[in-house]
């Protein structure tokens, strides 16, 4: 074993990791290819670029992203405190002077003795272009070799170098790595109105025969093990919703994006301005199904399908978009049944290389078929700057805990670092990247109807628990 942990990229999570590692008296090579190599979308030299918002998001421990944030205050996080130092004026937001902030974290890593950071590229395959990301076999990769040798965390960010991302698909065994983000909104199951909305598999109401809108009604209330909720549109509401759907206003895609981006997915406004009807006979199609309001079958339908295995998200079926966020709220709350939803992530289109962790990571981040390999930040599906954050932290903390021969700590669920953790490592047939949001922690005991008392309630019991953990550490 090396007298080191290697840490592979020198953003917000490789930062986080590195020091985490560092402060227990490990060293750490913390290894960068800037500023001798950028990626499509990086500029700063410094470690810990901020590339798009400069806000970390609101500071209100009601609010899922705050609530990360207390939780990584409490433990320590070197990123979120230097964020605090270098804050800007933003309400109750924590934005950050990006360049202020990128200064500060490198020179904190730099006066670490523990941390050596090393500003050279990982990866030795030799790729023509994004989409050869493929295994070749008998391939020498230097990710595997540092693996073999010592504890290596890969934290390497959304625009992974296309030839560290295939060693990373040889080492994962994935014949590629999910290259281009185009998810579907996900939504709280809780905030969709069931009065409008009906359980039910496309043609299953057909199968039986029923003499009344009643029998409907009773043919829905047992479709508990169905696996779709279905939000039916008569031609009025489907053809608002279509107008303002093809007249919405769309996220502007960086150059680098744009020639890869609709080649293997179409985003809904874009296929609906193809034409008035072309959704309904793409993923909107109501054939199969009769709404149990009315007896008849819907001039259109919007499909839910289940998220989580706790079954309290939700997501949109076809609905990958690159509308704006405010937009996307405003439009597709106009189908029956969302217009008070709650969405706990919204539908995006954009490069994102992140691995499957759900089947590969377990919930330290870990790689499972590899003792030494642990992977954090983007790359693992967490969505946003505080995620990738706590990501690293806790993957610093854990492979600290291997190095040393103790046991590894996996945080309680009921915290949102533990939430966080726990998404990314529970098998999943359509996992997709996931921010911080309340719809991830476990439901509290009886249902509290206020949404702010909900919240309030979710997050003191995340601090509550984890301030008990710490109690028991420091005896």
Known sequence: MK?????????LAGCEAAYQIAKRGIKVKLYEMKPKNFSAAHSNPDLAEIVCSN??????????????????????????????????????????????FSKRVTEEIKKMENIEVIYQEIGNATVNNVDDILVDEGMYSELEEMAEEGIVVVATGPLT??????????ITGQDKLYFYDAAAPILEKESIDMNIAFWGERYEQERERVESVEDWKKRIQFQKEASYINLPMNQEEYEAFWTALVNAEIVTLHEF???????????????????????????????GFTDPRTGRRPYAIVQLRQDNSEGNLFNMVGFQTNLKFGEQQRVFGMI?????????????????????????????????????????????????????????????????????????MAFPEITMIGALSNYIATQNDNFQPM?????????????????????????????DKLKEILRECDK
Do not use: W
């Not at 007298?3 to 953003?11: F, L, M, Q, R």
């Not at 964020?83 to 950050?96: H, I, K």
């Open 257 to 287: 994006e744009k020639k890869e981006i609709f080649e293997g997915c179409m985003p809904i406004e874009v296929m609906a301005k193809r034409g008035k009807d072309t959704l309904r006979f793409g993923p909107l199609k109501p054939v």
């Open 161 to 170: 170098s296309d030839k560290l991302s295939k060693e990373i698909a040889q």
């Open 3 to 11: 007298e080191y942990i290697t840490v592979i990229g020198g953003g």
């Open 435 to 463: 921010n911080a949001n309340f719809g991830i922690l476990p439901s509290l005991e009886g249902k509290v109807k206020d949404k702010k008392l909900r919240y309030t309630k979710l997050a003191d019991r995340a601090l």
């Open 55 to 100: 806000s970390l998001k609101s500071n209100l421990h009601t609010n899922a992203c705050g609530l990360l944030k207390e939780e990584l205050r409490l433990l320590d996080s070197l990123l979120i405190r230097v964020a605090d130092e270098t804050a800007v004026p933003a309400g109750q937001a924590l934005a950050v002077d990006r360049d202020k």
């Open 336 to 408: 029956p049944g969302l217009r008070n939803t709650e969405f706990v992530k919204y539908g995006v289109m954009h490069r994102n290389t992140y691995i499957n962790s759900s089947k590969l990571l377990d919930n330290t981040y870990h790689l499972k078929s590899h003792s030494n390999i642990y992977f954090a930040g983007q790359l693992t599906g967490v969505e946003g700057y505080v995620e990738s954050i706590a990501s690293g932290l806790v993957v610093g903390l854990n492979a600290s805990k291997q190095y040393l021969g103790e046991e590894k």
